[in-house]
Every structure is written in structure tokens, then in C-alpha cells.
């Protein structure tokens, strides 16, 4: 199995530490409220720690889709967070699992530096489907900015 990494960076006008209770802490009732799309959060193994698994049911194309989230780690203190897609729509058949690392630092005019450490676990050498990275991040970018819009409109 392949393990290919990918690193990426943004910014938010949002606090650190407001933002990472909305993505980690809160998420479970804050996404469904945030996102049309999303239609539940369920913890399916777990109980919130790491090794959880979380199913999230979302809609798409008019149809119920999900996603299995495995949480990896949580490190409050630092403002980590990592989790796994471990199967559903967002796991590409060539995939064994997505791993998603991510650390909040103060950024700009009190906002927000967020940095991701994303490692594709492959089935195999062959590296990713570059038209799936695409969408997947392109999926992954507007969550986060309807997320932070719903934060910002509701302090």
C-alpha cells in the first residue's frame, strides 16, 4: 500500500479556538445546522475519543449518500484534530483510507491559520486520481467556508 502526502493551508477570520470547538467539538450539531446537504451525525462505534467511528448522512445528486469518519486523534491543548474517511461516497475505490491532519494557530487580525496534512492511503502503488483529489478537495474547501460563514453570522 502507497501512502501519498499532501499539504495545504488557509486562512479564517474566525478565532482558533472558536473555530476548532465549531470543526472538532461541535461539529455534530453544528454541521447539519450549517449545511443543507447534511442530514445526520451518528456515532456508530466509539464514544467520541479516538477510534471513534462517526456515520454522517448527507444528501447528493437527490441521493442519501454517507461517509465513515474514524477519529484519530485530538489534542486540545494544541488545537489538532486528525480523522480518517474509512469508507462510504467519499472514499474512492482505489483508496484504503484518507487521513486528515489538521492544526489551528493564530492567524491574521485575530483569525485563524489552518494547516492540513492530507495522506492518501492507496490500494496498491498506483497514486491517486487526480480528478478525484480535485473534487474531494474542492468538496472539503466549501464545507469548511460554510462552516466558517455560519460561525461568523452566529458568534
Known amino acids: 500500500m502507497a501512502v501519498f502526502t499532501f499539504e495545504d493551508q488557509t486562512t479564517s477570520p474566525v478565532a482558533p479556538a472558536t473555530l476548532y470547538k465549531a470543526l472538532v467539538k461541535d461539529a455534530d450539531n453544528i454541521v447539519p445546522k450549517a449545511v443543507d446537504s447534511f442530514k445526520s451525525v451518528e456515532i ?43 469508507g462510504g461516497a467519499a472514499l474512492p475505490d482505489s483508496a484504503e483510507k484518507i487521513t486528515i491532519d489538521t492544526k489551528l ?8 491559520v489552518v494547516k492540513l496534512s492530507i495522506k492518501y492511503h492507496g490500494k496498491g502503488d498506483a497514486p491517486p486520481n487526480e480528478d478525484e483529489l480535485k473534487a474531494g478537495k474542492a468538496k472539503s474547501d466549501a464545507l469548511f467556508k460554510v462552516i466558517e460563514a455560519y460561525l461568523l453570522a452566529n458568534p
Open 44 to 86: 456508530v462505534e466509539g464514544n467520541g475519543g479516538p477510534g471513534t467511528i462517526k456515520k454522517i448522512s448527507f444528501l447528493e445528486d437527490g441521493e442519501t449518500k454517507f461517509v465513515l469518519h474514524k477519529i484519530e486523534g485530538i489534542d486540545e491543548a494544541n488545537l489538532g484534530y486528525s480523522y480518517s474517511i474509512v
Open 105 to 112: 494557530s493564530d492567524g491574521p487580525n485575530g483569525g485563524s
